[in-house]
Nanobody, 118 residues
Framework: QVDPVESGGGLVQAGGSLRLSCAASRTVFVLNGMAWYRQAPGKQRELVATATRRGTTIVLDDVKGRFTISRGSAKNTVYLQMNKLKFEDTGVYYC????????????WGQGTEVTVSA
């Protein structure tokens, strides 16, 4: 395995919760920060949240009030706490740098799949 390492996805009923974890110790992540993206089936990848030197931010309006991004005590770890999950949250969640162009250059890993049953 190579950074980033995503985990925590799974199958959950609507209204349930999941906590996604990402560990990324490579210098590029230390310098540029980290972010969560997601891609729903048949849809474009979208930015969900970011964690940089400026702080943590939920970018996607649809998940505000339900999702929280936080930094862990371990070096360069981030979490995405997802509460009150909806069917529309279903998708593959990826951890990468906040800048999309740089993220594309670095490449997208396998991600961690979140499936929310209706």
């Amino acid at each position: 395995q190579v950074d980033p390492v995503e985990s925590g996805g799974g199958l959950v009923q609507a209204g349930g919760s999941l906590r996604l974890s990402c560990a990324a110790s490579r210098t590029v992540f230390v310098l540029n920060g980290m972010a969560w993206y997601r891609q729903a089936p048949g849809k474009q990848r979208e930015l969900v949240a970011t964690a940089t030197r400026r702080g943590t931010t939920i970018v996607l309006d649809d998940v505000k009030g339900r999702f929280t991004i936080s930094r862990g005590s371990a070096k360069n770890t981030v979490y995405l706490q997802m509460n009150k999950l909806k069917f529309e949250d279903t998708g593959v969640y990826y951890c990468n740098v906040p800048d999309y162009d740089l993220a594309t250059r670095l490449g997208w890993g396998q991600g961690t799949e979140v499936t929310v049953s209706a």
